[in-house]
């Protein structure tokens, strides 16, 4: 019976901790859609971007889409093994 509690326990926290990660990965898609918002106005020649012809002020903002999205992606890589530790834990029993 104790077991069956805590086992309930368990999968109680980990559900929310799944619907956490769940709407982290919804902010997350929706900061993308952003940043494909920002990005998409630069013009991609044969899948590089010209930047010769952009001018300062554009190539400032570029380089700081590409920032942000890097620190994004980070965040999200940590968050993962997050998740994928607490799924490893929950099939171990532990």
């Known amino acids: ?3 069956e509690i805590r086992a309930r326990a368990m999968v109680k926290e980990l559900s929310q901790q799944h619907q956490d990660m ?3 990965i919804q902010v997350e898609k929706d900061k993308k859609k952003e940043l494909d918002k920002a ?5 991609y020649i044969n899948g590089k971007l010209p930047i010769d012809t952009l001018s300062l002020e554009e190539l400032v903002e570029f380089k700081t889409s590409l920032l942000s999205l890097k620190d994004n992606l980070a965040v999200k890589e940590n968050e993962m093994e997050v998740a994928s530790s607490f799924i490893l834990l929950s099939e171990t029993g532990i």
């Open 22 to 24: 769940n709407d982290r």
């Open 1 to 3: 019976m104790v077991k």
């Open 39 to 43: 990005l998409s106005k630069y013009k």
